[in-house]
């Protein structure tokens, strides 16, 4: 089935042409802010969810399989989880770089450095034993 021009990178809330490291952060950043488990308890939402993730897996693998060039407007709205790109969001605080992996605990943005194996815990929840 034909697919409407849809912008992948409106979709990802990120500006077209981004750095693929960028790209993935904040995809994986979407993935932990809409993941459906989180909404087993109301079924309405989680369907909600579900539908979001398809749009933003979907707008990731156009984006890294270089499908997504350029972005035809406007971009669609989403007023939640959707905010403007926020790179504090995206970056790890101690070093500034791209997220690998979001704390479990905090959502804390955590680059392969401050999370060498990737436990997906930020230090201060690694050393208080989550992980
Ligand atoms: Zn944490
Ligand atoms: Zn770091």
């Known amino acids: 089935m034909n697919r409407p021009a849809r912008d992948a990178w409106g ?4 500006p077209a042409g981004s750095p693929v490291e960028m790209v993935r952060a904040q995809y994986l950043r979407l993935v932990r802010l809409n993941h459906p488990d989180q909404f087993a308890s109301n079924p309405a939402e989680q ?3 579900e539908e979001i993730m398809k749009e933003v897996t979907w707008a ?5 399989q270089g499908r997504a060039k ?11 989880p959707f905010r403007p790109v926020d790179y504090r969001e995206l ?9 690998v992996i979001y704390c479990t605990v905090c959502g ?17 929840h690694r050393r208080r034993g989550w992980g």
């Open 11 to 14: 979709i990802l809330g990120i």
């Open 60 to 64: 990731y693998q156009e984006i890294v």
């Open 70 to 80: 350029a972005p035809p407007p406007p971009p669609p709205r989403y007023d939640r």
């Open 47 to 49: 369907a909600r969810h």
């Open 91 to 99: 970056q790890c605080r101690a070093h500034q770089r791209w997220a």
């Open 108 to 124: 804390a943005p955590l680059c392969s450095r401050c999370d060498e194996s990737l436990s997906g815990y930020c230090p201060v």
